[in-house]
């Protein structure tokens, strides 16, 4: 989750978390009190305020109130990730922590060709009593930082949850692409959750299999609804995460079949990050879209925001499972290696040059 520090009364949040009920405050991990109202499956927050005794306060750079136990650098080529764990008891031993965040840097770098920020922070909060990674949010320009992560992880979070955690990798792709508009936050959201796991297929974390399977499964979310009217309008958690990443999906195959699989979404992408495309700057959509069809040589992202920013303009999700090749059984998926689209979905998910971490 991306989040924007513009205004000192209120708050406009996405969370995939679970959500509070309407009109009832709730203390975010800020230690903020929110009165929040659902609306299409969003939480606006319409007032907002440090919670007594929370230590928090506006202009505070969030985990400015926590005390570092652990402090360690990672090095993803020539940019710099600083990984911070607060005072707090896990099972897990810091270095485990540390090795995840590098897997996940590893991950992050290996997608785009490089680490999107020269410098980056991670504050990792340990959370008494609870198991797993949870609580993820990424700023850009925090504090000195051009992207800066918080997240949480339980107590008593096993090696296990661990591999199974999607959230430090989304995270962190998060700093690979410009802060948006909010009417565009689809974008952030949506290119998060589709790059995190072909970025880790490519860094051999993850099975090609086991991503197409989770797609089919999930990418269905993301298809418009009753009364849709595009992305940019339609602001429900489905819309956001699931459209984004069909917005990204498809553009993808489209943007493979116009180069004759030359280049896909992965090139427009580090285009958009080698022009200066990250978190800690601000640009609109269009620009970003304009950057990235120039690197690839075709106009598929700006025609295809013009369609989808203000239309529902559903996917035969179907028909395009059938052209890449991947058929759903009773034991899950099986690729068929002679569908019309079948190299298309070797490429997506195909290992570039890999960048690795070091630590000290």
């Not at 992560?149 to 008593?156: E, L, N, P």
């Not at 620009?287 to 369609?307: E, F, I, N, P």
């Amino acid at each position: 989750m991306t989040r924007r520090l513009r205004s000192k009364s209120s708050k406009f949040l996405l969370r995939k978390q679970s959500q509070p009920e309407f009109g009832r405050p709730y203390k975010s991990e800020d230690g903020i009190l929110i009165k929040a109202a659902i609306f299409s499956g969003l939480i606006l927050a319409t007032l907002a305020m440090p919670m007594a005794g929370s230590g928090q306060h506006w202009g505070e750079p969030p985990g400015h109130k926590y005390e570092i136990a652990v402090s360690r650098q990672l090095h993803v080529g020539t940019a710099t990730l600083q990984v911070d764990i607060a005072a707090g008891a896990t099972d897990l031993s810091p270095d485990t922590l540390v090795q995840h965040v590098q897997t996940a840097a590893t991950a992050v770098a290996t997608y785009y060709g490089r680490f999107p920020v020269d410098r980056a922070r991670m504050l990792i909060i340990p959370v008494e009593g609870r198991s797993g990674v949870f609580g993820g949010t990424t700023w850009g320009d925090m504090d000195g930082w051009p992207g800066f992560t918080r997240i949480h992880v339980g107590q008593h979070t096993t090696t296990a949850d661990l591999a199974d955690d999607w959230m430090t990798t989304h995270e962190l792709v998060h700093m690979a692409f410009p802060d948006l508009p909010d009417e565009q936050h689809w974008m952030e959201e949506g290119l998060a959750t589709y790059v995190e796991p072909i970025a880790r297929v490519q860094a051999g974390e993850l099975q090609a299999q086991q991503i197409w399977h989770d797609m089919v499964r999930d990418m269905p979310k993301g298809e418009p609804g009753p009364g849709d009217e595009g992305l940019d309008r339609t602001h429900t958690w489905g819309r956001t995460y699931w459209g984004g990443a069909l917005f990204c999906l498809v553009a993808d195959v489209n943007i493979r079949r116009e180069t004759g699989n030359r280049k896909g979404l992965q090139d427009a992408l580090r285009a958009i990050v080698a022009a200066g495309g990250t978190i800690n700057h601000e640009w609109d959509l269009p620009k970003a879209l304009a950057v990235g069809d120039t690197a690839t040589g075709t106009h598929v992202l700006t025609s295809m925001y013009t369609a989808w920013k203000d239309s529902p303009s559903p996917v035969n999700l179907s028909a395009m499972w059938d052209q890449l090749g991947i058929r759903t059984g009773a034991d899950g998926i099986e690729f068929v290696s002679t569908a019309p689209l079948a190299a298309v979905r070797e490429a997506i998910t195909r290992e570039p040059h890999v960048q690795k971490a070091a630590t000290k």
